[in-house]
């Protein structure tokens, strides 16, 4: 396992308020990775780092918005949460080395905004 | 646009028996492929992966075959077992980038 940990694992939320999801990994992985889990579309990325400060968006990027100070942390931020935000958050890491490119997967964070 | 593509939702083997699950993509740029596993209430794990120059990849009772003339791969699960029941998603990268596709998953049930 890449030692990567989510948190909080569950939280409920009510529309506009914002909401920071957080995932710590301990095993120095240079890439990062915040997912969306949803029925019928599978895992879609949301944002990616690929070091310190330096972040990209994914296919889901909208009303997301992301942070890296540290290479072990890599925060998630919905400014105003509303119902279509809704979903299981996925953070991932990989080392990308030339032997391959599995990335290694948090136990995941399930977000309700009502 | 669905680049990678597992077009069936869930799949019922019995014990013992094979199981095959399908992928298919759409990027003839894709050069890695990877299968995941997940179990409910936790994140995906890692299972076998394959790249391009390869048309097949084995690991104990599972084996990855790469059909790049067609752009499907397919995992085979020999003998299947009661554990294996779970969420099987398959990913592709394109030409070492950091990002991957996945596929939109295929539930498999095991019957004991």
């Known amino acids: 396992d890449a030692g990567i940990t989510q948190s909080p694992r569950h939280k409920v939320t009510e529309t506009g308020t914002p909401v920071t999801l957080r995932c710590h990994q301990t095993?120095?992985?240079?890439?990062m990775y915040w997912y969306r889990q949803d029925p019928g579309h599978g895992l879609r990325l949301i944002h990616y780092s690929y070091g310190v400060k330096d972040t990209d968006k994914g296919e889901v990027s909208d009303g997301y918005s992301v942070s890296r100070s540290k290479t072990e942390d890599f925060l998630l931020t919905l400014e105003s949460a509303t119902s279509s935000q809704t979903s299981v958050y996925f953070c991932?890491?990989?080392?990308?080395?030339?032997?391959?490119?599995?990335?290694?997967f948090g136990p995941g964070t399930r977000l309700t905004v009502l | 646009d669905q680049q990678v593509k597992q077009n069936s939702p869930s799949l019922s083997v019995q014990e013992g028996r094979i199981s095959i699950l399908n992928c298919d993509y759409t990027n003839s740029m894709f050069d890695y492929f990877l299968w995941y596993k997940k179990y409910p209430a936790e994140g995906p794990t890692f299972l076998i992966s394959i790249s391009s120059i390869k048309d097949k990849n084995e690991d104990g009772r599972f084996t990855v075959f790469l059909n790049k003339s067609a752009k499907h791969l397919s995992l085979h699960i020999v003998p299947s077992q009661p554990g294996d029941s779970a969420v099987y998603f398959c990913?592709?990268?394109?030409?070492?980038?950091?990002?991957?596709?996945f596929g939109t998953g295929t539930r498999l049930t095991i019957i004991p």
């Open positions: 991932a890491t990989s080392p990308l080395s030339v032997s391959g490119y599995e990335q290694f």
């Open positions: 990913a592709a990268s394109e030409g070492g980038n950091e990002k991957l596709t």
């Open positions: 095993e120095n992985h240079r890439y």
